[in-house]
């Protein structure tokens, strides 16, 4: 017997569609929906009407994106965080001591959400984007929140195949594993183009929940030597380890 919970269709159907605008840069027909959803021409277009009345999606009559609302409920989600104004006071500190990007990010399945950014005084190699998620395999976040679980359990959580978004991701899941044993013994993560073209990155956990659900992470030019690299990462170690401590000491769980 299947322990699948069994989903009401309309709503589901709702989400994938509002989930499927939020992935696409462009506004899609409602041909390239049916496409890209598999739901039939019929509901479909009942639905975006619905959707379009109540603002959740936008249409210029032919192609539809996300609407207004769908911005207001995912702030929502932002401004009822509890942890999320300490994280953004930490982002501050750190970028003031180091001047380059940081980001704060939870995972969610097997991808990471961005939740809060601050650029660095020169950013123009790096596109952050609250809101933004990735796959956690990408992403110095991700692996350095993935380390948090066991093999078997990461085995469990991502999909079969690792996509490549550079030449340089690591899609083979025995190497994967390998470097997250590595982010284990050290205690935080680094990669290098794996994400982005000409951008390394460096990610410690904030440690206040079991499993860790949120990482800090730093953009970096992909340039920089080892020597550049660790005084970045000593920073990130020391303001992630404060910002845990202020969590668990304001009983944020």
């Known amino acids: 017997m299947s322990m ?15 989930e499927t605008l939020a992935s696409s840069h462009d506004s899609l027909t ?3 929906l049916q496409q890209r959803t598999g739901f039939p021409r019929s509901s479909l277009h009942a639905l975006m009407r619905t959707l379009v009345e109540l603002k959740w999606v936008e249409t210029d009559g032919s192609a539809f994106g996300i609407g207004p609302h769908a911005l207001l409920t995912g702030t929502a989600y932002l401004d009822k965080d509890p942890a999320l104004p300490f994280a953004q ?14 980001h704060f990010a939870r995972r969610d399945e097997a991808h990471v959400l961005y939740l809060a950014t601050r650029e660095s005084r020169d950013a123009h190699h790096v596109i952050p984007r609250v809101g933004r998620r990735l796959p956690a395999h990408v992403t ?10 066991t093999d078997d359990e990461v085995e469990a959580l991502l999909p079969r195949e690792l996509i490549a978004l550079t030449e340089h991701t690591i899609t083979d899941l025995t190497k994967l594993t390998g470097e997250l044993d590595q982010v284990r013994t050290r205690g935080w993560a680094y990669e290098r183009e794996q ?3 000409g951008v390394a990155c460096v990610a410690v956990a904030v440690d206040y929940r079991i499993p860790a659900t949120d990482a800090i992470s730093v953009s970096m030019p ?6 550049e690299v660790e005084p970045v990462t000593e920073a990130v170690i020391n303001h992630t380890r404060k910002l845990a401590a202020t969590l668990r000491r304001e009983g944020i769980r």
């Not at 992909?222 to 020597?227: H, I, K, R, V």
């Open 195 to 197: 994400g982005t073209p």
């Open 222 to 227: 992909a340039g920089l030597s080892p020597a």
């Open 4 to 18: 699948e919970p069994q989903l009401v269709k309309s709503a589901e159907r709702t989400v994938r569609i509002l």
């Open 30 to 32: 409602l041909s390239e």
């Open 89 to 102: 006071e930490t982002l501050e500190d750190l970028r003031a001591e180091i001047g380059q990007t940081v």
């Open 140 to 149: 110095a976040l991700g692996q350095v929140l993935l380390a948090q679980l």
